[in-house]
């Protein structure tokens, strides 16, 4: 196995291009900027654009709590509804959510578990 060949375009400067050429194109080896340099730069542009439209958060949310991650999702939902938030961020942020609401309810009831515990003298010492 040889290694990756070089990106075989000039960069704007004149010198080559010293990334990895891991697109084959009539003209060689391309790296993925100048492969097809028309769609890098309508990627760059909408990838300004998707950053530059998401506001920042109305709230201040302590995601670590329940309420917290309550009051984030209202938001989310709200603005998701309002159009202010792409289906692709929104899916993300629920499935975030929801496996965040897991680990609340899961440390929750730990946390509930270890009380009663105490409470009942059945801690962890008593097993011994
Ligand atoms: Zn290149």
């Known amino acids: 196995m040889g290694a990756l060949p070089t990106c075989s375009s000039k960069r ?8 990895p ?6 003209d060689g080896p391309r790296c993925f900027t100048h492969a097809d340099p028309e769609r890098w730069r309508e990627a760059q542009a909408r990838g300004r654009e998707a950053r530059g439209k998401v506001p920042p958060l109305a709230g201040d949310y302590d995601l670590e709590t329940a309420g917290g ?3 984030f999702i209202a938001e989310a939902l709200e603005r998701t509804r309002a159009g202010e938030l792409d289906t692709r961020r929104a899916n993300a942020l629920a499935v975030l959510a929801g496996v965040q609401a897991r680990l609340i309810e899961a440390a929750d009831f730990g946390e509930r578990l270890k009380d009663l515990e105490g409470r009942v003298g059945l801690g962890a010492e008593s097993w011994r």
């Open 69 to 71: 991650l309550k009051g």
């Open 21 to 26: 050429g891991t697109i084959e194109t009539p």
């Open 12 to 19: 704007s400067n004149g010198q080559r291009c010293r990334a």
